[in-house]
Every structure is written in structure tokens, then in C-alpha cells.
């Protein structure tokens, strides 16, 4: 027995030794990363896209909600502080796989943050694998491995909750080129009929799931053709590498067709940049964007949510940190071509970290590349490289401390940054004592402040952030010399003192000086250029305004002028909202039309549509119609109580019923469906569930007061043909009790005292 023991114990020794290189990476990163797990998600505006995109509803209901909003798999944001440039994705799986796990985790921020960790894991296992694989190195597998896992700009994509796809993809990525590898180890690689079918479909899968992964064709084509270079075995490598990793670029290129395709119908692409500005911004951001990434990976002293402020920018093109920044980029690119032999895999890893954040340097705007997100693809190739090159050079006594000391150093910065995004008062305020902009201070102490419960606390910090923006407008009004392209962004001088009145006049909504407010509104119209993001949120923001203050002709004037820039439902169910106060009902019907002939996040207008219909017109069928899309865009239970009332109306039962469910399954408290649910359910023969019910709303003192009274009623109804005379007296007086002159309480006490 001891025998078979020992050698059990021996054979598990065996194989932790064996593959040592991959288990203790993937074991440190989990402890580093434990902590991690059991915050609450830490930024508020991550917790409000969450809770407001995760609404508690059927499996069917979410898939309709997908379908109305994301068929396409195209989704648009726009980061009005940080650039005025839309950021357009195409995600065909990857929309569907939000959805879904929503659904599951149902904002549970434990499970987010264990599902990040674990494709975090799961890239990390394959990028080692992918190391060795290339290099049959262990202590290069081990250590470029370990620094990417634990490097602190990699924070954000592992525990922020809603950036999972990130390391999704990067998974996804690693495991196509450790597959490659694999394959051309063992030879395989020129069996042409099953490497084109797994190489198309494993390029299929990670495109329509990230689309960051765009660049794996180039990934794979260099990959190939360093490793048969090294060999000395296939003398013409770029040939054949190019002929094995063709079917990947035939799949990208058809994907680049479909992404076009949809964009085109789907949302106005403000991507479309003419020939000279594309210029302008290749030759003028890419060099210093790329500076400014080497540096967040190589000097990881000063790392923020969003890193523009850290981003030195020079105001001339071809100045001189311009300059310095190109010379960098071309010498990368000298090493990477005149070093591939002496130093493969520093050139290598070099080349490939230029391929992965080309695109984010070209493709998404600005405010979005210097995040230090977009480097945690990139870093894995630069740091394979770094490391790999270190372990050539330094003697192997050497090698191990000083990686170690590196990887221990890089594990406290790491949970140090950890701690910083704890919850969203120590993530702004790491985020406040980084900014290097006053312009940046102020805002990130604005969403400090609208984070906080404390009313107090909140007020003081929104003056803060209104003197640091007041302090950045005083010192920035002098005229500066700028690139032309910076107003394509709208990061020009004007667009940021237009956004710091806005901001200023948003700080001054929230302490209720409407006053301040319009002054500082009017301001950021007057410096704003026409037709820009920045001027279409102003004259949206003075449209609510004037509606606050009840001058609803100068509220539609504004809300029309921001429709002229960029037209949206939104705008247009105020418009609508306007004309009802008005009583201008031709125009509000107009409006309300248009504010539900396209499909958006906001449920309000179908809802108020379905009514005008049901009740102005009598179109019943029409306000189902617009009740159901209610329902699925709206986290409130009223859009199902409109619904089910008016299927009762239609007497289709069946279906009053099936909406109830729903909505109970999201509302289970809401008196109203428990009231509705609670009477059919007696109209279909099961009275004892339905008195349960009932019971329960006429306990809910919040519940409203005519369905409390109408459920005793019906209580004391029931109660009375059973002749439980003392129920029936109980639920008769608690109605007499809300209202004491309700006709049929009072009638049926007449008629219970007789009894």
C-alpha cells in the first residue's frame, strides 16, 4: 500500500515539475488577483451601465430585447469628454455573449469579477504555452508569462467587469498560435485541407466574438515565418508563410465587408475621415500614441482609468517631442528588420507588438488609445521579446533573482492598483491625484461627487470640481497654435473650454442653481464650434432646461437644434413632451410617432405611444405593439400592467396571464401584477393561490390605495361565501380604514352585521 502510495506521490511530483512553468504563473496570478473577487464593481458608471443594461427578465424576453436593439451585432458608443468621434463595434457573437451573461450573473459582481479572472487564466495558459512552444524555453515560457500576468496596466481588462471580452479574445488569440506552432513542429502544417479548415474557422470564431482579434492573419503569417527562418529547413519562409495564412486573411477580408455592410445600415459611421486628415492622424498621433504605450509598460509608476492627461501631446506637427516619438518608432522598425536573425525573438515580439495596437491606434478614437486596456494584447508580445533577449544576454545564475526581483515588484504595484479600484470613491480618487490637466481634475472630482450618498459630501465635492474647472478656463484662455486634426476629435481648445462649461453648468444643475446653470450653458454655446457633438449636447441640455423652468417654446427651439445635428428618439419624445404641455396635440402626436419610428434603449416613448393609441384611438392591436417593445426596454413593471390590461380588455386571458408572469418575474413585489395575477388565478379555478396574493397587497401600505381597497373587497366577497365571517370582517374594515367612504365596504359592513 505505502508502495502504491509513494508512487502515486512520485508521479504527481513528476508532473508538477514537468509543467511547473505553466502552474506557478497561473497560481500567483490567481493570488494577486483574489482580492478582486469579492469587491462590488468599483467605478459608478460601470455599476450604471451594468444595472441599467441587465434588467430581471425571461430568457425570451432578453432574446427579444437583443433583437430589437443589437440584430446587427453593431453597437456605438461616444465618450463625449474624451473625443467627439463615435466608437463603432461589430460583434456578432460577442453582443449575444453580453446578453447571456448578464442574464446569468443578474449583477452579481462575484461572478463577473471570477469570470474575468478565470479568461485571464485561461489567456495566460496559453500564452506560456505559446512561449515555450516557440522558444522550447521553460524559463522564458515562465517569466514572460508571470510579468504579463501580473503587470499593472492589466488591472483594468482583468477586473473591470464589463471589459471581459478582452481577455476573451486574447485567449482566443493565443490559443490560434500555439496551435500553429504546434502544427509546424510536428510538420504537419503543409497538410493543406485540415490546416485551411482550422485556420478559417478559429479566425471566424475570434472575429465575430472580439474584434480586436482583426489582426490574427499577420500574427500567424509572421509566426510562421520566424519559425521555419530559425529552422534553416524551408528556404523561401515568407512564401510559405504568406500561402498557409491566406485563408485568414480571406476571412478578414470578407469580415471587413460585413462590418462595412451593417455599419452602413445600422448607424451614421463618423469614422470617415477623408484621405488628408487620415494622413494627418497617421503621422501625427500614431508615432506618439506608441511612445505613450511603451512607456505604460515599461514605467508603470502612474497609471489611471483613462490616461489622455498623461498623453504629451505637441501642439506643431513635426515638433519636437513629435519628432522624438518618430525617430523611436522607425529605429523599433530598424531592429525589427536588420536584428531578425541575430535577435529573432526580440524582433519578433517587437514586430508583433506593432501589429496588435495598430489597430487601435488607427481605428478607435483617441480618448479610447491611450487607456492602457488596449495594451494587454501588445504587452504579451513585447514582454516575450524583453524577456526573451534578457535570458540570451544575462548568465543563467543571474537570470532567475533578477526576474524574480521584477516579477515581486510588479506583483505590489499590481495589488496596489487593485486596492485602487476598490469602489468608486478610491478609484477617482487615485484617479484625481494623477491627473496631470486641471481640466481632467475637475471632472473626474465631478464623478467623484455624483458617486457619493452623502448629500453633503456630494455638494462639497461638486464646488471642488466647479473651482478646478473655473481655475482651468482662467488659465486657458490664452489662443494657442494647434493641429487641425485636433477638432476632428474635438480635443481643440475650444471643444475642451465648451465641455468645462458644461461640466461647470451640470455641477450647478445638481446644487439646483438654475441660474448658474443657464450662464454657464449659454457660455459653452457661444465657444463651441457649429455642428459638433459638444453643440448638440448643449442645445439638448438648454432644451431641459427651459422645460424645467416651464418655457416649452424655447425648450422645443433648442431640442430642434440638436436634432439637426444629430437626430434622435430621444429629442424627439421631449419635443413631444413639450406640445402635450402646450396642448398642441397635432404636434404631440407628430413627435411621439417620430420618437418611436426608430428603436432605442428608452421604452418611455412606445409606452406613451401605446397609450395615446389605446386611448385617443381605441387601436388596441397598435398599443400591444408598442407595449410589448415597452416591456422589453424598460426596467419598470408599468409598461406590462398597460399590457395586460388592455389583452383583459381584448379578453384574451391566455395572454394577460403569460405577461403578468413576466412581469412578476422581474416585479415580484409590485402590487399591481400581484393584484391582476392574483385575480386570474382565482377566475381560473386556483382560489387558495390567489388569496395568498391578495392578502399580500392589502398588507403593502406602499401597494396604491384603490387596488388594497378593491383586493379587501374581494376578500370579504370570498370570505363571506364561506361563511368565515371573522376574515371577511377583518379585510371589510382594513378598506373602511383606508377609505372610510368606499360605497361597497360600507355596503357589505351593513351586510356582514345582519349576519
Same mark, same amino acid.
Given at each position: 500500500?505505502?508502495?502504491?502510495?509513494? %508512487?502515486?506521490?512520485?508521479?504527481?511530483?513528476?508532473?508538477?515539475?514537468?509543467?511547473?512553468?505553466?502552474?506557478?504563473?497561473?497560481?500567483?496570478?490567481?493570488?494577486?488577483?483574489?482580492?478582486?473577487?469579492?469587491?462590488?464593481?468599483?467605478?459608478?458608471?460601470?455599476?450604471?451601465?451594468?444595472?441599467?443594461?441587465?434588467?430581471?427578465?425571461?430568457?425570451?424576453?432578453?432574446?427579444?430585447?437583443?433583437?430589437?436593439?443589437?440584430?446587427?451585432?453593431?453597437?456605438?458608443?461616444?465618450?463625449?469628454? &474624451?473625443?467627439?468621434?463615435?466608437?463603432?463595434?461589430?460583434?456578432?457573437?460577442?453582443?449575444?455573449?453580453?446578453?447571456?451573461?448578464?442574464?446569468?450573473?443578474?449583477?452579481?459582481?462575484?461572478?463577473?469579477?471570477?469570470?474575468?479572472?478565470?479568461?485571464?487564466?485561461?489567456?495566460?495558459?496559453?500564452?506560456?504555452?505559446?512561449?515555450?512552444?516557440?522558444?522550447?524555453? %521553460?524559463?522564458?515560457?515562465?517569466?514572460?508569462?508571470?510579468?504579463?500576468?501580473?503587470?499593472?496596466?492589466?488591472?483594468?481588462?482583468?477586473?473591470?467587469?464589463?471589459?471581459?471580452?478582452?481577455?476573451?479574445?486574447?485567449?482566443?488569440?493565443?490559443?490560434?498560435?500555439?496551435?500553429?506552432?504546434?502544427?509546424?513542429?510536428?510538420?504537419?502544417?503543409?497538410?493543406?485541407?485540415?490546416?485551411?479548415?482550422?485556420?478559417?474557422?478559429?479566425?471566424?470564431?475570434? !472575429?465575430?466574438?472580439?474584434?480586436?482579434?482583426?489582426?490574427?492573419?499577420?500574427?500567424?503569417?509572421?509566426?510562421?515565418?520566424?519559425?521555419?527562418?530559425?529552422?534553416?529547413?524551408?528556404?523561401?519562409?515568407?512564401?510559405?508563410?504568406?500561402?498557409?495564412?491566406?485563408?485568414?486573411?480571406?476571412?478578414?477580408?470578407?469580415?471587413?465587408?460585413?462590418?462595412?455592410?451593417?455599419?452602413?445600415?445600422?448607424?451614421?459611421?463618423?469614422?470617415?475621415?477623408?484621405?488628408?486628415?487620415?494622413?494627418?492622424?497617421?503621422?501625427?498621433?500614431?508615432?506618439?500614441?506608441?511612445?505613450?504605450?511603451?512607456?505604460?509598460?515599461?514605467?508603470?509608476?502612474?497609471?489611471?482609468?483613462?490616461?489622455?492627461?498623461?498623453?504629451?501631446?505637441?501642439?506643431?506637427?513635426?515638433?519636437?517631442?513629435?519628432?522624438?516619438?518618430?525617430?523611436?518608432?522607425?529605429? &523599433?522598425?530598424?531592429?525589427?528588420?536588420?536584428?531578425?536573425?541575430?535577435?529573432?525573438?526580440?524582433?519578433? @515580439?517587437?514586430?508583433?507588438?506593432?501589429?496588435?495596437?495598430?489597430?487601435?491606434?488607427?481605428?478607435?478614437?483617441?480618448?479610447?488609445?491611450? @487607456?492602457?486596456?488596449?495594451?494587454?494584447?501588445?504587452?504579451?508580445?513585447?514582454?516575450?521579446?524583453?524577456?526573451?533577449?534578457?535570458?540570451?544576454?544575462?548568465?543563467?545564475? &543571474?537570470?532567475?533573482? !533578477?526576474?524574480?526581483?521584477?516579477?515581486?515588484?510588479?506583483?505590489?504595484?499590481?495589488?496596489?492598483?487593485?486596492?485602487?479600484?476598490?469602489?468608486?470613491?478610491?478609484? &477617482?480618487?487615485?484617479?484625481?491625484?494623477?491627473?496631470?490637466?486641471?481640466?481632467?481634475?475637475?471632472?473626474?472630482?465631478?464623478?467623484?461627487?455624483?458617486?457619493?450618498?452623502?448629500?453633503?459630501?456630494?455638494?462639497?465635492?461638486?464646488?471642488?470640481?466647479?473651482?478646478?474647472?473655473?481655475?482651468?478656463?482662467?488659465?486657458?484662455?490664452?489662443?494657442?497654435?494647434?493641429?487641425?486634426?485636433? %477638432?476632428?476629435?474635438?480635443?481643440?481648445?475650444?471643444?475642451?473650454?465648451?465641455?468645462?462649461?458644461?461640466?461647470?453648468?451640470?455641477?450647478?444643475?445638481?446644487?439646483?442653481?438654475?441660474?448658474?446653470?443657464?450662464?454657464?450653458?449659454?457660455?459653452?454655446?457661444?465657444?463651441?464650434?457649429?455642428?459638433?457633438?459638444?453643440?448638440?449636447? !448643449?442645445?439638448?441640455?438648454?432644451?431641459?432646461?427651459?422645460?424645467?423652468?416651464?418655457?416649452?417654446?424655447?425648450?422645443?427651439?433648442?431640442?430642434?437644434?440638436?436634432?439637426?445635428?444629430?437626430?434622435?428618439?430621444?429629442?424627439?419624445?421631449?419635443?413631444?413632451?413639450?406640445?402635450?404641455?402646450?396642448?398642441?396635440?397635432?404636434?404631440?402626436?407628430?413627435?411621439?410617432?417620430?420618437?418611436?419610428?426608430?428603436?432605442?434603449?428608452?421604452?418611455?416613448?412606445?409606452?406613451?405611444?401605446?397609450?395615446?393609441?389605446?386611448?385617443?384611438?381605441?387601436?388596441?392591436?397598435?398599443?400591444?405593439?408598442?407595449?410589448?417593445?415597452?416591456?422589453?426596454?424598460?426596467?419598470?413593471?408599468?409598461?406590462?400592467?398597460?399590457?395586460?390590461?388592455?389583452?383583459?380588455?381584448?379578453?384574451?386571458?391566455?395572454?394577460?396571464?403569460?405577461?403578468?408572469?413576466?412581469?412578476?418575474?422581474?416585479?415580484?413585489?409590485?402590487?399591481?401584477?400581484?393584484?391582476?395575477?392574483?385575480?386570474?388565478?382565482?377566475?381560473?379555478?386556483?382560489?387558495?393561490?390567489?388569496?395568498?396574493?391578495?392578502?399580500?397587497?392589502?398588507?403593502?401600505?406602499?401597494?396604491?390605495?384603490?387596488?388594497?381597497?378593491?383586493?379587501?373587497?374581494?376578500?370579504?366577497?370570498?370570505?363571506?361565501?364561506?361563511?368565515?365571517?371573522?376574515?371577511? %370582517?377583518?379585510?371589510?374594515?382594513?378598506?373602511?380604514?383606508?377609505?372610510?367612504?368606499?360605497?361597497?365596504?360600507?355596503?357589505?359592513?351593513?351586510?356582514?352585521?345582519?349576519?
Amino acid at each position: 500500500m505505502n508502495n502504491i502510495t509513494n %508512487k502515486g506521490i512520485s508521479k504527481l511530483d513528476f508532473e508538477w515539475k514537468k509543467y511547473d512553468f505553466v502552474f506557478i504563473p497561473i497560481i500567483i496570478t490567481i493570488l494577486i488577483y483574489f482580492i478582486s473577487l469579492f469587491y462590488g464593481f468599483r467605478n459608478f458608471d460601470e455599476d450604471g451601465l451594468i444595472k441599467d443594461f441587465y434588467a430581471k427578465k425571461t430568457f425570451g424576453e432578453y432574446v427579444g430585447r437583443f433583437l430589437l436593439l443589437n440584430a446587427g451585432g453593431v453597437s456605438a458608443a461616444h465618450g463625449f469628454t &474624451f473625443s467627439g468621434i463615435k466608437n463603432t463595434h461589430v460583434c456578432i457573437l460577442g453582443l449575444p455573449s453580453i446578453y447571456l451573461i448578464n442574464f446569468l450573473f443578474q449583477v452579481k459582481p462575484f461572478l463577473y469579477h471570477l469570470w474575468g479572472l478565470f479568461l485571464h487564466c485561461l489567456a495566460l495558459f496559453f500564452f506560456i504555452w505559446f512561449c515555450f512552444n516557440f522558444t522550447q524555453n %521553460k524559463q522564458i515560457a515562465l517569466f514572460s508569462g508571470l510579468v504579463w500576468s501580473i503587470h499593472p496596466t492589466n488591472v483594468e481588462s482583468v477586473i473591470w467587469a464589463t471589459n471581459w471580452l478582452q481577455p476573451l479574445g486574447v485567449a482566443f488569440y493565443f490559443f490560434t498560435l500555439n496551435k500553429i506552432i504546434y502544427l509546424i513542429r510536428r510538420g504537419l502544417i503543409n497538410q493543406t485541407p485540415p490546416t485551411i479548415i482550422f485556420i478559417m474557422y478559429i479566425t471566424v470564431i475570434q !472575429i465575430l466574438f472580439t474584434e480586436h482579434t482583426i489582426t490574427i492573419p499577420f500574427a500567424i503569417l509572421f509566426t510562421i515565418f520566424y519559425l521555419l527562418k530559425s529552422s534553416n529547413k524551408e528556404p523561401d519562409a515568407f512564401k510559405q508563410a504568406l500561402k498557409i495564412s491566406l485563408p485568414s486573411f480571406a476571412v478578414i477580408g470578407g469580415y471587413w465587408i460585413l462590418r462595412t455592410t451593417l455599419i452602413a445600415k445600422t448607424v451614421k459611421n463618423s469614422l470617415e475621415n477623408n484621405f488628408i486628415e487620415s494622413l494627418e492622424r497617421i503621422l501625427f498621433f500614431t508615432p506618439q500614441i506608441f511612445l505613450h504605450q511603451l512607456k505604460l509598460i515599461f514605467f508603470p509608476l502612474k497609471l489611471t482609468i483613462d490616461q489622455i492627461d498623461l498623453l504629451t501631446l505637441d501642439k506643431t506637427f513635426l515638433g519636437s517631442y513629435n519628432l522624438l516619438c518618430i525617430f523611436i518608432l522607425i529605429s &523599433f522598425l530598424l531592429l525589427i528588420l536588420f536584428y531578425r536573425n541575430k535577435l529573432p525573438f526580440l524582433s519578433f @515580439g517587437l514586430l508583433l507588438y506593432l501589429v496588435t495596437i495598430s489597430l487601435f491606434i488607427q481605428i478607435i478614437p483617441l480618448y479610447s488609445l491611450s @487607456g492602457e486596456r488596449y495594451n494587454y494584447l501588445g504587452s504579451a508580445f513585447i514582454i516575450f521579446g524583453t524577456v526573451s533577449t534578457f535570458a540570451n544576454f544575462t548568465k543563467r545564475k &543571474f537570470l532567475m533573482p !533578477i526576474l524574480m526581483a521584477l516579477s515581486i515588484l510588479l506583483s505590489a504595484r499590481t495589488i496596489i492598483r487593485i486596492n485602487d479600484w476598490k469602489d468608486s470613491s478610491s478609484l &477617482f480618487s487615485s484617479t484625481i491625484k494623477t491627473s496631470k490637466s486641471l481640466f481632467k481634475k475637475g471632472i473626474w472630482t465631478y464623478n467623484s461627487a455624483i458617486c457619493q450618498e452623502d448629500e453633503n459630501k456630494k455638494s462639497e465635492l461638486l464646488k471642488e470640481s466647479t473651482n478646478i474647472l473655473k481655475k482651468f478656463v482662467h488659465y486657458s484662455s490664452a489662443p494657442i497654435t494647434e493641429p487641425r486634426i485636433f %477638432k476632428t476629435y474635438e480635443l481643440d481648445r475650444k471643444s475642451i473650454l465648451a465641455k468645462a462649461f458644461i461640466r461647470i453648468a451640470t455641477n450647478y444643475e445638481i446644487l439646483k442653481n438654475k441660474n448658474l446653470q443657464l450662464k454657464y450653458l449659454l457660455k459653452a454655446l457661444k465657444i463651441s464650434r457649429p455642428d459638433s457633438q459638444i453643440r448638440n449636447l !448643449i442645445y439638448k441640455n438648454l432644451g431641459t432646461l427651459y422645460f424645467q423652468m416651464n418655457d416649452f417654446k424655447k425648450a422645443i427651439s433648442y431640442y430642434a437644434q440638436s436634432n439637426l445635428i444629430y437626430p434622435n428618439p430621444t429629442i424627439n419624445f421631449a419635443i413631444a413632451a413639450c406640445y402635450l404641455k402646450l396642448k398642441d396635440f397635432t404636434n404631440y402626436e407628430k413627435y411621439l410617432k417620430e420618437a418611436v419610428s426608430k428603436i432605442s434603449s428608452d421604452g418611455e416613448a412606445f409606452k406613451t405611444y401605446g397609450q395615446l393609441l389605446e386611448l385617443s384611438k381605441g387601436d388596441y392591436q397598435s398599443a400591444l405593439k408598442y407595449y410589448k417593445i415597452a416591456t422589453l426596454l424598460q426596467k419598470s413593471p408599468e409598461p406590462y400592467i398597460l399590457l395586460a390590461t388592455t389583452y383583459l380588455k381584448l379578453r384574451d386571458i391566455d395572454n394577460a396571464f403569460k405577461t403578468i408572469k413576466n412581469g412578476l418575474y422581474g416585479f415580484s413585489e409590485d402590487p399591481t401584477l400581484l393584484y391582476l395575477h392574483s385575480t386570474i388565478l382565482i377566475n381560473k379555478g386556483d382560489t387558495e393561490s390567489g388569496l395568498k396574493g391578495l392578502i399580500k397587497v392589502t398588507n403593502d401600505i406602499n401597494a396604491p390605495i384603490d387596488i388594497r381597497i378593491e383586493s379587501c373587497n374581494i376578500l370579504v366577497n370570498i370570505f363571506s361565501k364561506r361563511n368565515n365571517l371573522q376574515e371577511a %370582517k377583518k379585510y371589510n374594515d382594513l378598506a373602511l380604514n383606508i377609505d372610510p367612504k368606499n360605497q361597497e365596504s360600507l355596503k357589505n359592513r351593513a351586510i356582514l352585521m345582519i349576519r
